[in-house]
């Protein structure tokens, strides 16, 4: 079975980072791009930032410039989004996706998942 396993979410206050980590099961990640995204309480899941195969990323949020960066690690299957000077509205549950296509914001051209990692932002 192919899946994503998600890492590194928890509490943090704000103005913390934090480091999620997507590691591949059943599948390398050579060839593929992953696609982090979240969905907040009560929100529909929206894409913030993608890597390719070949290890360029685009960023689907403009409010996000500057505190989320992304990198992959083909040799340890894993890909890695580091979240830093956090804000209450960054909580929400974070997932990773896969497809081996480009880059894509919409859940829907995403086979793959993680199960989802929780953030919290809170004093």
């Known amino acids: 079975q192919l899946k994503l396993v998600e890492s590194g979410g928890g509490l943090v206050r704000p103005g913390g980072s934090l480091r999620l980590s997507c590691a591949t099961s059943?599948?390398?990640?050579?060839?593929?791009?992953i696609g982090w995204f979240r969905q907040a309480p009560g929100k529909e899941r929206e894409g913030i930032l993608c890597?390719?195969?070949?290890?360029?990323?685009?960023l689907y949020a403009d409010s996000l410039q500057g505190r989320f960066t992304i990198s992959r690690d083909n040799a340890k299957n894993m890909v890695s989004l580091q979240v830093n000077n956090l804000k209450p509205e960054d909580t929400a549950v974070y997932y990773c996706?896969?497809?081996?296509?480009?880059?894509?914001?919409?859940?829907?051209?995403?086979?793959?998942w993680g199960q989802g990692s929780q953030v919290t932002v809170s004093s």
């Open positions: 996706a896969a497809r081996s296509a480009g880059c894509s914001r919409y859940v829907v051209m995403y086979p793959i």
């Open positions: 059943g599948f390398t990640l050579d060839g593929y791009t």
């Open positions: 890597i390719t195969s070949s290890d360029r990323s685009t």
